[in-house]
T-cell receptor, first 111, second 110 residues
Framework: QKEVEQDPGPLSVPEGAIVSLNCTYSNSAFQYFMWYRQYSRKGPELLMY????GNKEDGRFTAQVDKSSKYISLFIRDSQPSDSATYLC???????????FGTGTQLKVEL | DGGITQSPKYLFRKEGQNVTLSCEQN?????MYWYRQDPGQGLRLIYY???????QKGDIAEGYSVSREKKESFPLTVTSAQKNPTAFYLC?????????FGAGTRLSVL
């Protein structure tokens, strides 16, 4: 069983929809949680970074962490075609820099 | 223009050949990482370096080698011992828990 599980999709939504992307994890030592966006043939770029449980909002993006359920989510409001990309969740323990990544969810926002 | 530069963008390897992927950063970051990305498997850690002249094996180091002689540079060599090298290779540098990625090198076998 993988430490981090993420549905690979593809997920196709109409423009303007609210998108929900999710990851589950099994290691209770994870304390820091991130979402990266990766456009085709490019490197990932950090979207959201959260510590422990709770919500964090940045523009159209909201990251949610529920440590009791070992479940994290990324919500995208008013989705745009430019949001079409692969979204990777990542998480790490308290010390060091090593991240454990999910496999990524491919999102397509259609006009 | 600060960032991480990976070269080449595309690379082809012949049977039995070693190839080297370049990663250069001008962000003055101490830590640098190499990942391999395959469809359906996410990013897997090959090697990482926390400081110049020091590096550690990641989860899939077999068939790869690295050096870290300068802070700015962390080249990855894919040796002939790596039997399945076709993948997208990503280099990252780290500052304050945040990993900054290069644009990647796509390696294929001829």
């Amino acid at each position: 069983q993988k430490e981090v599980e993420q549905d690979p999709g593809p997920l196709s939504v109409p423009e303007g929809a609210i998108v929900s992307l999710n990851c589950t994890y099994s290691n209770s030592a994870f304390q820091y949680f991130m979402w990266y966006r990766q456009y085709s043939r490019k490197g990932p770029e950090l979207l959201m970074y959260t510590y422990s449980s709770g919500n964090k909002e940045d523009g159209r993006f909201t990251a949610q962490v529920d440590k009791s359920s070992k479940y994290i989510s990324l919500f995208i409001r008013d989705s745009q075609p430019s949001d079409s990309a692969t979204y990777l969740c990542a998480m790490k323990r308290g010390g060091g820099n090593k991240l454990t990544f999910g496999t990524g969810t491919q999102l397509k926002v259609e006009l | 223009d600060g960032g991480i530069t990976q070269s080449p963008k595309y690379l082809f390897r012949k049977e039995g050949q070693n190839v080297t992927l370049s990663c250069e950063q001008n962000l003055n970051h101490d830590a640098m990482y190499w990942y391999r990305q395959d469809p359906g498997q996410g990013l897997r850690l090959i090697y990482y370096s926390q400081i110049v002249n020091d590096f550690q094996k990641g989860d899939i180091a077999e068939g790869y080698s690295v050096s870290r002689e300068k802070k700015e540079s962390f080249p990855l060599t894919v040796t002939s011992a790596q039997k399945n090298p076709t993948a997208f290779y990503l280099c990252a540098s780290i500052l304050a828990d945040i990993q900054y990625f290069g644009a990647g090198t796509r390696l294929s076998v001829l």
